[in-house]
């Protein structure tokens, strides 16, 4: 069955660095998206993606967040200055095409990270 | 958004059959009722979906109400795989997937 592919798996950086977490989702996926989920407590959506441009944004995607499709094949979220509070999960999803009743998302693994 | 309500945590035994509720009042026309789980340490994973009409698929049964105003997951015969968080999302179908993931209902499963 296709994934939605995430890296890294976990990552632990240092308060003020830069982190970039990577997805490759599914190869004829069109709609991309970002959730995070902090310990204990419940998922959030961030931000989605469409033809290189955000379509829409939680008030959590500040301007310390920025997302990206590189290459054909690769949809990353960069974090620019990490806090403490932006340790979580973040869970990297995709749907094939426009987002009608008949689709749904298909979630990777996710990335963990560890800000100290 | 229309909000869901669940239970915080349901228990069952296994192989023994599951009815997962969620209460939704306020649902709109419009608003397809998503089912998605999460198991320990992974990313969440949809169940089933549906607008009006019951449905079923290879991993579970989706019952809603006449009025729409609650919905039933149903998993036929409980396994320890199934043991996991499940959310009850409305999505409105002129709307992307920003999906409101809410607490869900952590469930049990006992050998």
């Known amino acids: 069955e296709p994934e939605v ?18 997805c490759v989702p599914i190869s004829n996926h069109l709609y991309f998206y970002w959730y995070r ?19 829409e944004k939680s008030e959590i995607f500040d301007d310390q967040f920025s997302v990206e499709r590189p290459d054909g094949s690769n949809f990353t979220l960069k974090i620019r200055s990490t806090k403490l509070e932006d340790s979580a999960m973040y869970f990297c999803a995709s749907i094939p095409d426009s987002p009608s009743g008949a689709n749904v998302l298909t979630f990777g ?8 | 958004d229309a909000k869901t309500t ?68 149903i998993l036929h015969r409980a396994t320890l795989r199934d043991a996991a968080v499940y959310y009850c999302i409305l999505r409105p179908s002129n709307s992307g997937y920003a999906l409101n993931f809410g607490k869900g209902t952590s469930l049990l499963v006992t050998p």
């Open chain 1, 5 to 22: 592919t995430q890296t890294p798996s976990h990552q632990v950086t240092q308060m003020g660095q830069e982190v970039i977490l990577r």
């Open chain 1, 109 to 116: 693994a996710g990335s963990r990270l560890t800000v100290l």
């Open chain 1, 37 to 55: 989920q902090i310990l204990g407590q419940k998922v959030e959506f961030l931000v989605s993606f469409y033809n290189n441009e955000i379509s």
């Open chain 2, 6 to 73: 669940q239970p915080n945590s349901m228990e069952s035994n296994e192989e023994e059959p599951v009815h997962l509720p969620c209460n939704h009042s306020t649902i709109s026309g419009t608003d397809y009722i998503h089912w998605y789980r999460q198991l320990p340490s992974q990313g969440p994973e949809y169940v089933i979906h549906g607008l009006t009409s019951n449905v079923n698929n290879r991993m579970a049964s989706l019952a809603i109400a006449e009025d729409r105003k609650s919905s039933t997951l």
